[in-house]
């Protein structure tokens, strides 16, 4: 089934699609984004900056938004958010994609303590960024994400943030 995840219905209508077919909903992956393509802060085009946001921000929203009434009616779930690095760094020329993913960390927190005494589980991922059409992205770890808001880990390996 296709879903457009920036579309409120087609995100509705596949979360309905799930349980009138498998009976339940307990798990969900939401992994979809789409990049900026290139401009800077001060140059990317308004419908480029809404398009990267309706897709990687409010696009995660409208999953959570069907999904988690779906867990909550049966007693529990598992949600992970896909945010990337971009919710953790600076793309050069990516103003709307970083702007976004950011709050897709958010989200998924809000999500997990507003649903975690239902036993619904929400994570987030923010793994490596593999490739950039820019070159080579230099990476290091970012500061002030401590105390069970950042997984730590290795400097390469994917990390879960709550």
């Known amino acids: 089934m296709a879903v457009d995840i920036g579309n409120e219905l087609s995100v509705q209508r596949a979360v309905t699609h799930v349980?009138?077919?498998f009976g339940r909903l307990y798990?969900?992956?939401?992994?979809?984004?789409i990049p900026s393509t290139g401009h800077?802060?001060?140059?990317?085009?308004?419908?480029?900056?809404?398009?990267v946001l309706?897709?990687?921000?409010t696009g995660?929203?409208?999953?959570?938004?069907?999904?988690?009434?779906?867990?909550k009616q049966h007693g529990r779930g598992a949600i992970v958010n896909v945010a990337s690095d971009g919710g953790l760094y600076a793309i050069p020329g990516a103003p709307a994609y970083v702007a976004g993913k950011p709050g897709v960390v958010g989200l998924s927190k809000v999500a997990a303590v507003?649903?975690?005494p239902d036993n619904i589980s929400v994570a987030v991922l923010a793994g490596r960024l593999l490739h950039h059409r820019h070159g080579?992205?230099?990476?290091?770890?970012?500061?002030?994400?401590?105390?069970g808001t950042y997984g730590g880990g290795e400097a390469d390996a994917p990390t879960t943030a709550l």
Request: with cysteine; charged share 25%; glycine share 8%.
């Open 114 to 116: 507003d649903y975690g």
């Open 27 to 33: 798990f969900a992956v939401n992994n979809a984004g």
């Open 60 to 71: 995660t929203w409208l999953c959570l938004k069907y999904q988690l009434p779906v867990m």
């Open 19 to 21: 349980v009138a077919t």
């Open 40 to 51: 800077i802060l001060t140059e990317i085009p308004v419908h480029e900056w809404e398009r």
């Open 136 to 147: 080579a992205v230099r990476r290091r770890r970012p500061t002030g994400l401590k105390g």
């Open 54 to 57: 309706r897709v990687n921000l």
